[in-house]
């Protein structure tokens, strides 16, 4: 039986005045998958993720979300149908509390995101949806800290209820673990792998020890181009991505066996 593939790219291609930045690239994202996006600095990753979400125009190619083109639709459209950017739609708000923030992730698919003068009875309907997805994430007992006070690594776990406050059926998540310690990353780890239990996940992750973790496929950028596809252990053993992984990212990949 063949699987389904929930996002495909084909060719996709991204030129900046004569700079091919994403070189006929084929991606193809099985439903259900935790697929990851790597390769060394300035190979297209970010670009791929901004095309898919139509932060940018496409040069060449196509988007196809469950077998149709979305390559003409807007962001908004595209979000709509369940693709949802983490860490960049869903930015928290500094100086609300933890559980408001949540709360205007949750008035967004019913299209009140901004009425923020609306009556505290209508908002308060939605508190009990927004606890659960605190607590899901961890952050249950920090529902009425200001945001601005929570650590960093509390901070993208907040991030990642807001996006799952979205209904998304395909997460892209953008680096979810940059910046992070070691505690912060194995918790950050455990959330992705609960919050993919019946979803899609896309993620641009420079992390190789989460990358072997967590995702059921790799596919390595290099120069725009696809470079090498597989699992983690096909992936880690070519030749060639040790070759593109060379210095510092390079004794990463031989370290996270």
């Given at each position: 039986m063949?699987?389904?593939?929930?996002?495909?790219?084909r060719?996709l291609?991204?030129?900046?005045?004569?700079?091919t930045?994403?070189?006929?690239?084929?991606?193809?994202?099985?439903?259900?998958?935790?697929?990851?996006l790597?390769?060394?600095?300035g190979?297209?990753?970010?670009?791929v993720?901004?095309?898919?979400?139509?932060?940018l125009?496409?040069?060449?190619?196509?988007?196809l979300?469950?077998?149709?083109?979305?390559?003409?639709?807007k962001?908004?459209?595209?979000a709509?149908?369940?693709?949802?950017?983490?860490f960049?739609?869903?930015?928290?708000?500094?100086?609300?509390?933890v559980?408001?923030?949540?709360r205007?992730?949750?008035q967004?698919?019913?299209?009140?995101?901004?009425?923020?003068?609306?009556?505290?009875k209508?908002?308060?309907?939605?508190?009990?949806?927004a606890?659960?997805?605190?607590?899901?994430?961890?952050?249950?007992?920090?529902?009425?800290?200001?945001?601005?006070?929570?650590p960093?690594?509390?901070?993208?776990?907040?991030?990642?209820?807001?996006?799952?406050?979205?209904e998304?059926?395909?997460?892209?998540?953008?680096e979810?673990?940059q910046?992070?310690?070691?505690?912060?990353?194995?918790?950050?780890?455990?959330?992705?792998?609960?919050?993919?239990?019946?979803?899609?996940?896309?993620?641009?992750?420079?992390?190789?020890?989460?990358?072997?973790?967590l995702?059921?496929?790799?596919?390595?950028?290099a120069?725009?181009?696809?470079l090498?596809?597989g699992?983690?252990?096909?992936?880690?053993a070519?030749?060639?991505v040790?070759?593109?992984?060379?210095?510092?990212?390079?004794?990463?990949v031989?370290?996270?066996?």
């Amino acid at each position: 039986m063949s699987q389904e593939f929930v996002l495909e790219t084909r060719g996709l291609t991204k030129e900046f005045r004569g700079f091919t930045a994403v070189d006929s690239v084929d991606l193809q994202v099985t439903e259900g998958h935790i697929h990851a996006l790597i390769g060394p600095n300035g190979a297209g990753k970010t670009t791929v993720f901004n095309l898919l979400t139509k932060y940018l125009p496409v040069t060449r190619g196509d988007i196809l979300y469950r077998g149709k083109s979305i390559v003409s639709m807007k962001s908004n459209e595209i979000a709509r149908l369940g693709l949802v950017r983490s860490f960049q739609i869903s930015a928290v708000f500094p100086h609300m509390t933890v559980l408001e923030n949540v709360r205007v992730a949750l008035q967004r698919p019913m299209g009140n995101s901004f009425h923020f003068w609306k009556h505290e009875k209508v908002l308060n309907q939605l508190n009990d949806r927004a606890m659960e997805l605190l607590e899901s994430v961890g952050l249950g007992e920090y529902a009425d800290n200001v945001t601005v006070e929570l650590p960093y690594g509390r901070k993208r776990a907040l991030e990642l209820a807001t996006t799952l406050a979205m209904e998304p059926t395909v997460m892209l998540l953008d680096e979810p673990t940059q910046g992070m310690g070691h505690e912060d990353v194995d918790r950050v780890v455990e959330l992705i792998r609960k919050a993919a239990k019946g979803r899609t996940v896309l993620m641009v992750e420079h992390n190789l020890s989460v990358v072997s973790k967590l995702c059921d496929k790799i596919t390595v950028l290099a120069r725009g181009a696809v470079l090498a596809e597989g699992d983690y252990a096909t992936v880690s053993a070519n030749p060639k991505v040790r070759e593109a992984y060379m210095g510092s990212e390079h004794a990463e990949v031989q370290g996270a066996h």
